[in-house]
């Protein structure tokens, strides 16, 4: 598909990469503008979906390796949640295209509402109270069956995937706060990747624009994944809360009114 792009339209891809990137390395929900930024392109939904998952696999690895470089994540325990995540995400990119998401897209603001609602109620599903580092592999059971159902969701459709595993992971394994962002990072990366590859054979990726604007995503990612490790709970929290909450009201707009 080629697109002839004014000069704006990159430096506007750019900016919205950089601030998407920045968003997905702290709490995720990067997609709530990136996504809507390439449909405006005239690119059709399928591909830009494809696109923005070329170009958010940029910013989450930065993401991911910055956390790791930090050493708050270690891939050894969590082997069961990667190999789960890549089937999810096979599964979920294929279904895309199988069948009727009318239904998916009536139902994703309750759901993320849901996890505004308990993110400000319970105090222990962001925070560091009672938590500790994981000294050993997690759980198999726990890691396959969240991995997989994550990593569906992300190929089907991927919306708030960010919040989906931070709390989970919180709850699950009683990670702190920076832990779950890491894992987080890492397995959103999981799936981008494998959803990329799918949409990539079936030929819905635009390269050019993807490749631009995940170099600003790469670019966001690094700065907001700085941000949050030396900031911590205080700065994660509010952003965290602010962009579910935003997530949900545009979806909520998109699907009911």
């Not at 900031?231 to 009201?249: K, Q």
């Amino acid at each position: 598909m080629e697109l002839l792009l004014e000069p704006s339209n990159w430096a506007l891809l750019a900016a919205i990469g950089l601030v998407a990137g920045f968003i997905d390395a702290v709490v995720g929900g990067g997609g709530l503008l990136s996504i809507p930024a390439l449909l405006t392109l005239g690119i059709p939904p399928h591909t830009a979906l494809g696109t923005n998952k070329f170009a958010a696999s940029f910013g989450s690895s930065m993401a991911a390796w910055t956390f790791y470089r930090q050493h708050l994540l270690k891939p050894a325990f969590w082997y069961m949640a990667f190999v789960a995540t890549f089937i999810g995400a096979v599964l979920g990119s294929i279904l895309v295209y199988l069948l009727n998401a009318q239904w998916l897209e009536k139902a994703l603001p309750l759901l993320i509402i849901g996890i505004a609602i308990y993110s400000l109620l319970s105090p222990n599903a962001i925070s560091d109270t009672d938590c500790q580092a994981p000294t050993q592999t997690q759980p198999k059971l726990k890691q396959s069956l969240q991995g997989l159902i994550l990593g569906a969701y992300d190929g089907f459709a991927g919306p708030g995937i960010g919040a989906f595993w931070t709390v989970s992971s919180g709850t699950l394994y009683k990670l702190p706060l920076l832990h779950s962002c890491a894992l987080a990072r890492a397995m959103t990366f999981t799936s981008n990747l494998t959803a990329l590859a799918i949409f990539g054979y079936l030929g819905q990726v635009h390269w050019q624009i993807g490749l631009w604007m995940g170099l600003s995503m790469m670019l966001g990612s690094f700065v907001g994944a700085r941000c949050a490790i030396k900031f911590g709970m205080p700065f994660i929290r509010p952003l965290f809360i602010l962009i579910v909450l935003s997530i949900a009201a545009n979806l909520a707009w998109s699907a009911w009114f």
